[in-house]
Nanobody
Framework: QVQLVESGGGLVQPGGSLRLSCAVS????????MDWYRQAPGKQRELVAG???????TYVDSVKGRFTISRDNAKNTVYLQLNNLKPEDTAVYYC??????????WGQGTQVTVSS
């Protein structure tokens, strides 16, 4: 059974930092592209960052230079380092991957709130 479990969210002031983690079980993690999405209230879920099995990373323009995605295949975990946070980064953050036969798996999400 595939499971994705996020952690690390919280309340932070503008300019602050957080590190999100997504622990994956039930699949061969090292072969999978992993993505972080976010969904703000009243908005569609958007792709924030992705990392391929080979370590190639991509980011949405709004987070480039502030967020960093990384992975630790020994721990079956993908991370998202969030720096210089802004109020508009407030959202529920989800990790996502695609398993065999194209099935999409999501974590339960972790709330990030940026407010003074």
């Amino acid at each position: 059974q595939v499971q994705l479990v996020e952690s690390g969210g919280g309340l932070v002031q503008p300019g602050g930092s957080l590190r999100l983690s997504c622990a994956v079980s039930g699949m061969i993690f090292s072969t999978k592209t992993m993505d972080w999405y976010r969904q703000a209230p009243g908005k569609q879920r958007e792709l924030v960052a992705g990392i391929s099995s080979g370590g190639t990373t991509t980011y949405v323009d709004s987070v480039k230079g502030r967020f960093t995605i990384s992975r630790d295949n020994a721990k079956n975990t993908v991370y998202l380092q969030l720096n210089n946070l802004k109020p508009e980064d407030t959202a529920v953050y989800y990790c996502r991957t695609v398993g065999t036969l194209g099935r999409i798996y999501w974590g339960q999400g972790t709330q990030v709130t940026v407010s003074s």
